[in-house]
């Protein structure tokens, strides 16, 4: 009884390969959205003290690569926080699958109304 999951949550928690696999769109957003946002507030900077929008190269230099790194690190973070929490699930519902009942499966004749046109 205690040990294992029920199958219809066995499927919703079960790791699949491309799971398991970072997306493009997750690598590349976090990095990419800090360094637009540091490169966004120091060229917003240079503009509200009168400077040309792209003076003080060496800091946009500086500034971007530890943005990357430091948006890098949030999504390691996020995905970190991600698997705890859904372990902890996991191993809460296998604890007590009495109260997580396999939902019962509806057909879409049970789902859908009648449908009169009106014209």
């Known amino acids: 009884k205690y040990g294992s999951l029920p199958p219809y949550y066995e499927k919703l928690?079960?790791?699949?390969?491309?799971?398991?696999q970072v997306s493009l769109y997750s690598k590349v957003f976090?990095?990419?959205f800090s360094a637009v946002?540091?490169?966004a507030s120091?060229?917003?900077y240079n503009r509200s003290t009168n400077?040309?929008?792209?003076?003080?190269?060496p800091r946009f230099l500086v500034a971007i690569p530890i943005a990357l790194y430091l948006g890098d690190k949030l999504r390691q973070y996020y995905q970190?926080?991600?698997?705890?929490?859904?372990?902890?699930?996991?191993?809460y519902i296998m604890l007590h699958p009495e109260d997580f009942p396999e939902p019962e499966r509806k057909?879409?004749?049970?789902?859908f109304?009648?449908?009169?046109?009106?014209?």
């Not at 928690?13 to 398991?20: A, V």
């Not at 400077?51 to 190269?57: C, D, F, I, K, N």
């Not at 109304?113 to 014209?119: A, G, H, L, S, Y």
């Open 80 to 91: 970190r926080s991600s698997a705890e929490r859904d372990a902890m699930l996991r191993h």
């Open 51 to 57: 400077r040309p929008l792209y003076s003080g190269l």
């Open 42 to 44: 120091l060229a917003l």
């Open 13 to 20: 928690f079960r790791q699949t390969i491309e799971e398991k």
């Open 37 to 39: 946002a540091v490169t």
């Open 113 to 119: 109304e009648t449908w009169v046109p009106e014209r």
């Open 30 to 32: 976090y990095p990419g």
């Open 107 to 111: 057909k879409y004749k049970d789902v």
